[in-house]
């Protein structure tokens, strides 16, 4: 397990822009498939965006051309830009870190893979509650 806070959440009002950043005390960025989720009242966690180690970046359609991971490893932070923010964008946002390969079925998984796999994610963070106003 990996310890992981989030930050930066709050209020925004629709078309503002918001940085999260999640701080690990390890290095976990160079050792983990790093992701960021969100889950809004009454519906599933949604992957929304991952990096890996090798710097492969992922995006759901829900979230591509707006938002953007990146991370700093001398910091040890993860960061999720998000830019044009809209009513549908509020809810509760998480990192979480991945081993970077699963098994199911007998068979290996990249976890890095879209769509994210929630359940394939073993540490995550508190959240940081995102709200988007008209």
């Known amino acids: 397990q990996v310890h992981l806070v989030e930050s930066g959440g709050g209020p925004v009002k629709s078309s503002g822009s918001l940085l999260l950043a999640c701080e690990s005390p390890e290095y976990t960025y160079r050792r983990h498939c790093m992701a960021w989720f969100r889950q809004a009242p009454g519906k599933e966690r949604e992957g929304i965006a991952f990096i890996d180690r090798e710097g492969e970046l992922g995006y759901a359609d829900s979230v591509k051309g707006r938002f953007t991971i990146s991370q700093d490893n001398t910091k040890n932070t993860l960061f999720l830009q998000m830019n044009n923010l809209n009513s549908e964008d509020t809810a509760m946002y998480y990192c979480?870190?991945?081993?970077?390969?699963?098994?199911?079925?007998?068979?290996?998984?990249?976890?890095?893979?879209?769509?994210?796999?929630?359940?394939?994610?073993?540490?995550w963070g508190p959240g940081t509650q995102v709200t988007v106003s008209p």
């Open positions: 979480a870190a991945g081993s970077r390969r699963y098994s199911s079925g007998g068979r290996l998984y990249t976890t890095c893979n879209l769509p994210l796999d929630a359940e394939v994610f073993g540490s």
